[in-house]
């Protein structure tokens, strides 16, 4: 196993007082899969990412088990998450433009990551830059290196950022909507990209989305997360084909199948409840039209509803003994 959560909880001080944003997330990637992260805005995916790479406000509550090619990273110290962060495990994020420096050449930047973490010489470095851009499929190499960010088009800017996070070859790769912000060919173009780097790289993928779409394109697994919790998990075709969780039946019933790839998420009626005024029961349970009274009292518990298929409601609750058959520590 590359990547695991056990019971991973944030909480971020609003106002002087501690809200709970993420609570008790376990997940885990293997190398060589991508696993897809589904939800409305405001879910908690990106707050599950940030939290893999602890990038987090100052005073951010961090609680349960982050291990990284078995190891404990959430207790590393600042310094030692720096090293790891572009060196094991690397994020893009949704607008290059943001992320990239407009006052540095886009080869420059590149080699920054490459200083950072290796020990190539300059005249190393250079060559490894222009392989990287052959990589991420951009020709004329040599004229890109020397290119600044706002020369580049939108695609062109999210493949630097690509190769930026391939510069140490990662064994996780972070992707925040990476292709949000592009056309529909673009968009493929980037989502054909990362597939071909995860199988020859044989790294591990997190995929934050809204969109559908981009998870039937390229994922292998999918988490559909309500309110800063899980509520359902399943590999992609089965959450496709036989969805549990009311929640995701809303979230697959809201697109019209044809259209899939150009519809977004989000027309279940209802709002996502706030973090400061969760409801001690379902989460959903205000949204929900398969609700009983349990679902107002009590937290539904994830239930093994099919094989390596987990849902968290209490329409599906599990007969005692069947949790110990869970296949959910897959490899
Ligand atoms: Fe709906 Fe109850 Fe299931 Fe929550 S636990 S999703 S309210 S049926
Ligand atoms: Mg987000």
């Known amino acids: 196993m590359l990547l695991e959560l056990k019971n991973v909880s944030l909480s971020l001080k609003r106002d002087g007082k501690y809200v709970k944003i993420l609570d008790e997330i376990s997940l885990q990637v293997n190398k060589g ?35 990284l090619e078995k190891e404990e990273i959430s207790s590393y110290s600042k310094r030692k998450l720096e090293k790891i962060r572009g060196d094991k495990m690397a994020m893009i994020f949704q607008d290059p433009l943001t992320s990239l420096n407009p006052l540095h050449t886009v080869g420059r930047q590149i080699e920054e990551t ?35 960010p706002h020369q580049l088009s939108g695609g062109m800017r ?47 993928i997190i995929m934050i989305t809204h ?35 009311p929640y995701t039946k809303g979230l697959l019933d809201s697109i019209p199948k044809l259209a899939m790839k150009k519809t977004k998420l989000g027309s279940i009626p209802g709002m996502v409840p706030s973090p400061d005024k969760m409801p001690k029961g379902c989460r ?29 409601c209490w329409l599906f609750e599990e007969k005692e003994g069947e949790a110990n058959a869970s296949s959910r520590n897959k490899g």
């Open 33 to 67: 899969e991508t696993v897809g992260i589904v939800g409305e805005s405001g879910c908690g995916k990106s707050m599950t990412a940030l939290s893999i790479m602890r990038l987090l406000p100052e005073k951010a509550k961090l609680e349960g088990g982050i291990l």
């Open 114 to 148: 490459l200083i950072l973490h290796t020990d190539l010489n300059k005249e190393q470095r250079k060559k490894r830059v222009i392989e990287l851009l052959n990589e991420v499929g951009l020709p004329r190499a040599d004229e890109i290196a020397s290119d600044y």
């Open 158 to 204: 999210q493949r630097i950022m690509i190769a930026v996070a391939m510069a140490c070859n990662p064994s996780l790769l972070i992707c925040d909507e990476p292709t949000t912000a592009l056309d529909v060919t673009v968009q493929a173009q980037i989502l054909d990209l990362m597939n071909h780097l995860k199988d020859v790289n044989e790294m591990g």
């Open 211 to 245: 969109d559908l779409g981009v998870v039937a394109e390229v994922c292998d697994r999918v988490i559909v997360m309500y309110a800063g919790k899980i509520v359902e998990q399943a590999e992609i075709k089965e959450l496709f084909i036989n969805p549990k969780h």
């Open 284 to 312: 959903f349970y205000e949204r929900c039209s398969s609700a009983m009274e349990i679902c107002r009292e009590k937290t539904p518990p994830m239930n093994l509803v099919g094989e390596e298929h987990l849902a968290a």
